[in-house]
């Protein structure tokens, strides 16, 4: 009864359009009154133990150095790099909108900064050389769910706060799993240059190569900084997020100089903008996540999925089925703060890491940020191309496929999550 009444008001709240922070604070509230022990205290306490809570600093300053690095040529110059390395085999350009992705990955965190950063500088050009504008929409929007995969990932930050897990083993293991996307996509990619015999062009000289990688150089250094600054217990995460800031700002005004005072003020708002959403649905999500827990809603969940069966390997299949489900109709981040603490006890009670657990279901999530009818990534692309959603969603489902098939593989070969972690994490 308890478990339903959870389901039920909080997917209706969703359908009725209420946003999702205040969604969360309804459910937590027919949860108490379903408990019955109605105190509207209990609901404002936490959601001030939710955001009051430092790591959770580190999301506001990679989302400013994420905005930052969009005004201060940072993302130009990765492209372009990108593009001086592989831009000359034979439907090129696709290559390096997911190396470029790859790359900025390591320096933003954000799936929609990343899609914006990459996709407004690449698809015009794409077009230009008569690139299919569908598919490359496509691949676009797919390369950019990396962002939050491989480290620095806001969203394993926010895993390892509610989860009470390493910040930076969960890094360390998005690494491989982040790269084996990109490779996957390129695959994909391969196939569809071949069929639609997409023209080579002129090979990068080695000068031109070398000053393309000069141009970079303070671009490509930032990612190197920042977990090379973590693992050397330099700094914590979240310092690291300042450090990228200050970075950022250094680059900007004296290496590029591209950026300029009156930069700031828009580039401030924006990231308030941004992190004021996070902030205010990590809180919401703390509140209902107090309220779950009394209502033993994990605890019933996990009796429901054992009463299906209790081997691993279909446990997994049913959790990477549920989380790929509710990544249709819900965002990530809010996602992720209601399923973490109801699924990730139900996890460490059957013996697995944390670490891969929390991998895994933040790659299960960014699936669900490119698939309609409420994929932010996808409405991204959607702007970027003035595509409709239905134009853009057929030549995303190869692509979709692909991510799955990895997900799949990292899933039953946890080695290649752990690995990094485990080598490196102490």
Same mark, same amino acid.
């Given at each position: 009864?308890?478990?339903?009444?959870?389901?039920?008001?909080?997917?209706?709240?969703?359908?009725?359009?209420?946003?999702?922070?205040?969604?969360?604070?309804?459910?937590?509230?027919?949860?108490?009154?379903?408990?019955?022990?109605?105190?509207?205290?209990?609901?404002?306490?936490?959601?001030?133990?939710?955001?009051?809570?430092?790591?959770?600093?580190?999301?506001?300053?990679?989302?400013?150095?994420?905005?930052?690095?969009?005004?201060?040529?940072?993302?130009?110059?990765?492209?372009?790099?990108?593009?001086?390395?592989?831009?000359?085999?034979?439907? #090129?350009?696709? /290559?390096?909108?997911?190396?470029?992705?790859?790359?900025?990955?390591?320096?933003?965190?954000?799936?929609?900064?990343?899609?914006?950063?990459?996709?407004?500088?690449?698809?015009?050009?794409?077009?230009?050389?008569?690139?299919?504008?569908?598919?490359?929409?496509?691949?676009?929007?797919?390369?950019?769910?990396?962002?939050?995969?491989?480290?620095?990932?806001?969203?394993?930050?926010?895993?390892?706060?509610?989860?009470?897990?390493?910040?930076?083993?969960?890094?360390? #293991?998005?690494?491989?799993?982040?790269?084996?996307?990109?490779?996957?996509?390129?695959?994909?990619? /391969?196939?569809?240059?071949?069929? +639609?015999?997409? +023209?080579?062009? +002129?090979?990068?000289?080695?000068?031109?190569?070398?000053?393309?990688?000069?141009?970079?150089?303070?671009?490509?250094?930032?990612?190197?900084?920042?977990? $090379?600054?973590?693992?050397?217990?330099?700094?914590?995460?979240?310092?690291?997020?300042?450090?990228?800031?200050?970075?950022? @700002?250094?680059?900007?005004?004296?290496?590029?100089?591209?950026?300029?005072?009156?930069?700031?003020?828009?580039?401030?708002?924006?990231?308030?903008?941004?992190?004021?959403?996070?902030?205010?649905?990590?809180?919401?999500?703390?509140?209902?996540?107090?309220?779950?827990?009394?209502?033993?809603?994990?605890?019933?969940?996990?009796?429901?999925? %054992?009463?299906?069966?209790?081997?691993?390997?279909?446990?997994?299949? @049913?959790?990477?089925?549920?989380?790929?489900?509710?990544?249709?109709?819900?965002? @990530?981040?809010?996602?992720?703060?209601?399923?973490?603490?109801?699924?990730?006890?139900?996890?460490?009670?059957?013996?697995?890491?944390?670490?891969?657990?929390?991998?895994?279901?933040?790659?299960?999530?960014?699936? $669900?940020?490119?698939?309609?009818?409420?994929?932010?990534?996808?409405?991204?692309?959607?702007?970027?191309?003035?595509?409709?959603? #239905?134009?853009?969603?057929?030549? %995303? @489902?190869?692509?979709?496929?692909?991510?799955?098939?990895?997900?799949?593989?990292?899933? /039953?070969?946890?080695?290649?999550?752990?690995?990094?972690?485990?080598?490196?994490?102490?």
């Amino acid at each position: 009864m308890m478990l339903a009444a959870f389901l039920i008001s909080m997917f209706s709240f969703i359908f009725l359009n209420v946003p999702i922070a205040f969604s969360l604070v309804l459910t937590a509230l027919v949860l108490m009154m379903f408990t019955g022990s109605v105190s509207p205290a209990i609901i404002t306490q936490n959601i001030v133990r939710g955001i009051d809570n430092f790591p959770l600093m580190a999301i506001p300053f990679f989302v400013l150095a994420g905005e930052i690095m969009n005004a201060g040529g940072i993302s130009k110059r990765i492209v372009n790099f990108a593009k001086a390395l592989i831009g000359h085999v034979t439907g #090129g350009l696709g /290559y390096v909108t997911v190396l470029a992705s790859m790359l900025f990955a390591g320096v933003s965190g954000s799936a929609v900064a990343d899609t914006s950063a990459i996709g407004s500088i690449l698809l015009p050009v794409m077009e230009e050389q008569g690139y299919d504008k569908n598919k490359s929409t496509a691949l676009i929007v797919s390369a950019g769910t990396i962002g939050p995969i491989i480290p620095p990932s806001i969203p394993m930050i926010i895993f390892g706060v509610i989860g009470g897990v390493s910040i930076v083993k969960l890094f360390l #293991g998005g690494i491989i799993p982040g790269i084996l996307i990109g490779i996957g996509l390129m695959i994909g990619w /391969y196939f569809h240059s071949k069929k +639609r015999g997409y +023209r080579k062009t +002129r090979r990068t000289t080695l000068k031109e190569l070398w000053q393309s990688t000069i141009a970079a150089f303070w671009a490509i250094l930032l990612p190197v900084i920042i977990m $090379g600054g973590i693992l050397g217990g330099i700094f914590t995460p979240t310092e690291a997020a300042v450090v990228a800031v200050v970075y950022a @700002l250094l680059v900007g005004f004296f290496a590029y100089r591209e950026l300029k005072l009156s930069y700031l003020p828009e580039i401030f708002a924006r990231a308030a903008k941004s992190t004021a959403v996070v902030m205010l649905v990590c809180g919401a999500a703390t509140a209902a996540g107090y309220l779950i827990t009394t209502a033993q809603i994990p605890q019933l969940l996990s009796n429901t999925l %054992l009463s299906i069966s209790n081997n691993i390997v279909v446990l997994m299949l @049913l959790i990477n089925i549920l989380l790929l489900l509710v990544g249709l109709v819900m965002d @990530l981040t809010p996602a992720l703060l209601i399923l973490g603490p109801i699924l990730l006890p139900i996890a460490t009670n059957f013996g697995l890491d944390p670490i891969y657990f929390g991998v895994v279901m933040v790659m299960n999530l960014c699936i $669900g940020i490119i698939t309609p009818p409420v994929g932010t990534v996808l409405y991204v692309g959607c702007g970027l191309s003035g595509l409709s959603m #239905g134009e853009l969603v057929k030549p %995303l @489902l190869s692509f979709i496929s692909i991510m799955i098939a990895v997900l799949l593989i990292v899933t /039953y070969f946890p080695g290649i999550i752990t690995f990094i972690p485990n080598a490196f994490g102490n």
